[in-house]
């Protein structure tokens, strides 16, 4: 590209002439990284305050090497293995915040449970205390006013 002169008189250069070297690339913490075992992440070069994930080339471990303020570094060392679609669809309901149907069958038979104690007890000679009219409300009077 030739040099062009911008209205200032001032020339303005091609910037490959005056930097021909290319810009290196940065590692970022979302690269996938493999090396092989604890002695490769060990030596591997890492920025103040950042995580990298790394993955062991030749086992099926991962590495996640922090390092803090003062460069420090920290490794923590997860093993993984595959799992097949039925245990990974156990995993995924057992975090699940909703009740499946299964939960809900289980908590139909224990309350069956709670009702045949119930029963028993009252057969038993027992008495209840779940007439409502005997507790005390909120203001502190008996229910029966």
């Known amino acids: 590209m030739a040099d062009v002169i911008n209205?200032?008189?001032t020339p303005q250069f091609n910037s490959s002439v005056l930097n021909p070297i290319p810009p290196i690339s940065t590692l970022k913490e979302t690269d996938l990284l493999t090396t092989k075992g604890i002695e490769g992440v060990n030596a591997f070069v890492t920025a103040k305050n950042s995580r990298y994930p790394i993955?062991?080339?030749d086992d099926d471990i991962l590495y996640i090497k922090c390092t803090d303020a003062n460069n420090n570094p920290t490794v923590r060392m997860f093993a993984f293995s595959e799992i097949s679609m039925e245990d990974y669809t156990k995993i995924k309901a057992k975090n699940s915040p909703y009740a499946t149907k299964d939960d809900l069958n289980?908590?139909?038979?224990?309350?069956k449970n709670v009702e045949q104690?119930?029963?028993?007890?009252q057969?038993?000679?027992?008495?209840?205390?779940?007439?409502?009219?005997?507790?005390n409300n909120a203001s502190g009077r008996n229910g029966n006013s």
């Open 106 to 111: 289980e908590l139909k038979e224990g309350l």
């Open 55 to 57: 993955f062991d080339s």
């Open 123 to 135: 057969s038993a000679g027992g008495k209840s205390d779940a007439n409502p009219t005997t507790r």
């Open 7 to 9: 209205p200032y008189g």
């Open 117 to 121: 104690l119930i029963r028993k007890f």
